[in-house]
Antibody, heavy 119, light 107 residues
Framework: EVLLVESGGGLVQPGGSLRLSCAGS????????MSWVRQAPGKGLEWVSG????????HYADSVKGRFTISRDNSKNTVYLQMNSLRAEDSALYYC????????????WGQGTLVTVSS | DIQMTQSPSSLSASVGDRVTITCQAS??????LNWYQQKPGKAPKLLIY???NLQTGVTSRFSGSGSGTAFTFTISSLQPEDIATYYC?????????FGGGTKVEIK
């Protein structure tokens, strides 16, 4: 059974940092692209960042480029999202999502970890 | 960025009704279009990928069609368990983008 478990969310002040983690199991982790997708309260879905299976290519939404960094440790079956210079508009439920070899569709999602940016 | 425009933003229909949601892309995205269902308090679930391919385990009440810039998602006979918000998503170009969502309710 494929399982994705996010962690690392919480309350942080504007300008602060957080690192999200997503542990995957039940599939060959290194063979799949992984992405982070967020959803602000009561709003729609926004793709944030993606990384291919080898970790060699990363992609970002314009709204987070230069502030967020995605990475992965295939030995730990874990993908990370380092979030710096956080803003109120980054407050959202952050989902980890599994893709195919490249970033196309997301066939499995975690339950999300909540990030709140507020003073 | 490619903008995805869904309509309607919400709809109310009776059990057994045929329901159709449209998704318009701002540029030609060929067949690089997926559909997701999100129930309240839950993570999204992939229903259809590449316009019309039903994800394993998904009911055949759901179907998709279209190409280029105009796409359609259809529920052939609305059931109470279909109450959810539905999103389209393109992957022709990064950044990936989602439509704004269509909330489906029972009348």
């Amino acid at each position: 059974e494929v399982l994705l478990v996010e962690s690392g969310g919480g309350l942080v002040q504007p300008g602060g940092s957080l690192r999200l983690s997503c542990a995957g199991s039940g599939f060959t982790f290194s063979s799949h692209a992984m992405s982070w997708v967020r959803q602000a309260p009561g709003k729609g879905l926004e793709w944030v960042s993606g990384i291919v299976g080898s970790g060699g290519r990363t992609h970002y939404a314009d709204s987070v480029k230069g502030r967020f960094t995605i990475s992965r440790d295939n030995s730990k079956n874990t993908v990370y999202l380092q979030m710096n210079s956080l803003r109120a508009e980054d407050s959202a439920l952050y989902y980890c999502a599994k893709g195919l070899v490249v970033i196309t569709h997301f066939d499995y999602w975690g339950q999300g970890t909540l990030v709140t940016v507020s003073s | 960025d490619i903008q995805m425009t869904q309509s309607p933003s919400s709809l109310s229909a009776s059990v057994g009704d045929r329901v159709t949601i449209t998704c318009q892309a701002s540029h030609d995205i060929s067949n690089y279009l997926n559909w997701y269902q999100q129930k309240p308090g839950k993570a999204p679930k992939l229903l259809i990928y590449d316009v019309s391919n039903l994800q394993t385990g998904v009911t055949s009440r759901f179907s998709g069609s279209g190409s280029g810039t105009a796409f359609t998602f259809t529920i052939s006979s609305l059931q109470p368990e279909d109450i959810a918000t539905y999103y389209c998503q393109q992957y022709d170009n990064l950044p990936l983008t989602f439509g704004g969502g269509t909330k489906v309710e029972i009348k």
